[in-house]
């Protein structure tokens, strides 16, 4: 059975069918892709911003199909990361922006989590990371999925240093879903949507996240 997705821009509305679980889309829907990409991409296209569903779109190992589904998330994600060691080792920040970078995370505790958001009065997770690291002249991708494909992969907590990244599934999905800044001393800080806020949370402490982490990306030179 079939059901329609509305959605609308400046120019005028169209109506995509997708399946109740999925939809298998064939070349000619190309263009109606292009435009839920701009959705995903871009929060002033979105009809609820508060929701917790967004649509992502993946391609399948046959590069003639394309998958559109409904998948429960806690950002905006457009790409998904199939191989973890798929890096761009050409992002570096210079290790002198560190403290910097930290001591800005540090500026914006307590600002509240909203999905979708990238500002100084509220952030997701990726909109938080990409924020902090652009103020400091970096420019991050703006999901989580896509920033997790940068820097060198530090595979262990243990490894981690002051100023990684640090990526995490916080679903029963095995993907990048969720991404925050180590602190050192097994701290990271990260736009929680779960503590509905910008926060310090401990590895040492609690055990979800340190359970729930995949690995780290260093992005300093």
């Not at 905006?76 to 890096?87: A, K, L, P, Y």
């Not at 926060?199 to 996240?209: E, G, L, P, Q, V």
Request: proline share 3%.
């Amino acid at each position: 059975t079939e059901k329609s997705i509305n959605l609308s821009s400046n120019l005028d509305e169209i109506s995509i069918p997708t399946a109740t679980d999925s939809a298998i889309l064939d070349e000619k829907s190309k263009n109606d892709i292009e435009l839920i990409a701009k959705v995903l991409e871009n929060p002033n296209y979105l009809n609820d911003t508060k929701s917790k569903s967004a649509k992502a779109i993946e391609k399948t190992s046959d590069s003639k199909l394309i998958v559109l589904r409904d998948e429960p998330v806690d950002e905006i994600e457009s790409s998904r990361v199939d191989d973890s060691n798929d890096f761009d080792s050409k992002l570096n920040v210079e290790s002198s922006k560190i403290n910097s970078i930290i001591a800005q995370a540090k500026d914006f505790l307590g600002v509240k989590y909203v999905w979708a958001h990238s500002s100084p009065d509220s952030f997701d997770c990726s909109g938080f990371t990409q924020y902090v690291y652009k103020k400091n002249g970096v420019t991050l991708p703006r999901n989580s999925r896509a920033q997790a494909r940068y820097g060198e992969k530090i595979a262990s907590i243990s490894s981690l240093i002051t100023g990684d990244l640090v990526f995490f599934n916080t679903d029963k999905d095995p993907e990048v879903d969720h991404v925050g800044i180590y602190l050192g001393d097994n701290k990271f800080i990260h736009a929680s949507s779960k503590g509905k806020k910008v926060m310090i949370n401990s590895f040492a402490k609690d055990t979800f996240y340190k359970n729930k982490f995949l690995w780290g990306a260093r992005v300093t030179s």
